[in-house]
């Protein structure tokens, strides 16, 4: 009696203890395939032409590794184990991680809507908000005041034109001198005094200790609404630009097909390298895609010293369709005008 009583307790406590394990969190992070998403009801453009077919983003799954979700990935092909210094700086918060995301969300947007309503002759306008705040160093006197996320829009009283007019500003002072900083934090301007300090790695130079970006919005004739508050990153800039610029303009460019991609898109219509390039393609599939545009990026010299096995994203995204056996067809683009010539070279799908 007393043994089965032991192997009863035994047993309950393997079971408590394996249970357990899947909130153990690891140094790594989990990607996989994640979701393709039509864009038309994300993005409305102000009186906008319909499409018969679909611009589609595409997106990669990510979570914390726990101890089963490590050995699953590891034994799938497509998904990948990846350590955290590899995803964020390791001074990085995830608050901060998270701000940076969404600042690269809302300057593809920006990036998007430039290029579209260039090549489709449409006014549009950018304007200078701020300076945007991604990260506050720990230990530097901006610690004390500032947060992730926070628009600086005035220092001692005056409003620069660019981040980078703030930076000369602060490089000409020395520690010890004091700013008086305007910031916006949510919809509330507040005003702080700040000492700067030296930097722990370059005593010789003084700041406050934030790392920041220029802070823009973007005005259009006719206007463009994008619901993109779930969605970080900047990937989805070259099938925002196509959902935009085929919203203006009276051609439908989808001639009825299901079309996904990815890729950055530059104020210049360039289109730039991504991560996860092969979830992207196993999502794409899944949601019934039949083209997909996939970033045909040119692999440096030095990228290929430092990474030997490094592929572009095109030659990634035809190696993951071929695993897949997919029938959609991949489609190399280095920039927006060769998928909307791909696009007007299609014939109308029956």
Do not use: C
């Not at 096995?309 to 190696?319: D, F, L, R, T, V």
């Amino acid at each position: 009696m007393k043994h089965r009583k032991f192997r009863r307790r035994a047993l309950i406590a393997a079971v408590l203890a394996l249970a357990l394990l899947s909130f153990v969190p690891l140094p790594y992070y989990i990607e996989m395939p994640g979701s393709a998403l039509q864009l038309a009801p994300l993005i409305k453009v102000k009186g906008g032409y319909p499409e018969k077919g679909k611009f589609m983003l595409t997106t990669v799954r990510m979570g914390r590794a726990n101890p089963y979700t490590y050995i699953w990935a590891k034994l799938r092909k497509h998904e990948d184990v990846v350590p955290v210094d590899e995803i964020m700086d390791k001074n990085e918060t995830d608050e901060e991680f998270n701000v940076y995301q969404l600042y690269l969300m809302e300057n593809s947007k920006h990036n998007a809507i430039q290029v579209a309503f260039t090549k489709a002759k449409k006014p549009f306008r950018s304007h200078y908000k701020g300076i945007y705040v991604l990260n506050v160093y720990d230990g530097m006197p901006a610690a004390k005041v500032l947060k992730a996320g926070d628009r600086i829009t005035k220092v001692d009283g005056h409003a620069y034109k660019s981040s980078k007019a703030f930076t000369n500003f602060v490089a000409k002072k020395k520690a010890g001198d004091q700013i008086t900083v305007t910031y916006v934090r949510g919809k509330k301007t507040k005003t702080a005094e700040i000492v700067l300090a030296k930097f722990k790695e370059n005593h010789n130079k003084a700041g406050i200790g934030i790392s920041l970006v220029d802070d823009r919005s973007i005005t259009s004739d006719p206007s463009v609404k994008m619901d993109t508050e779930k969605i970080g990153g900047p990937s989805a800039g070259l099938m925002f630009t196509l959902e935009i610029y085929n919203q203006l303009t009276k051609e439908d460019i989808t001639k009825g097909y299901k079309i996904a991609g990815t890729g950055e898109i530059s104020t210049d219509g360039k289109v730039g390298r991504i991560g996860g390039i092969d979830k992207k393609v196993i999502a794409a599939d899944k949601a019934g895609a039949e083209i997909f545009f996939a970033p045909d990026d040119t692999i440096t010299p030095e990228m290929k010293k430092a990474d030997p096995g490094i592929k572009s994203n095109y030659e990634e995204a035809k190696a993951a369709a071929k695993d897949i056996g997919t029938k959609m067809k991949i489609v190399p683009v280095k920039t927006f005008d060769d998928a909307l010539d791909y696009l007007n070279g299609l014939k109308k799908k029956k």
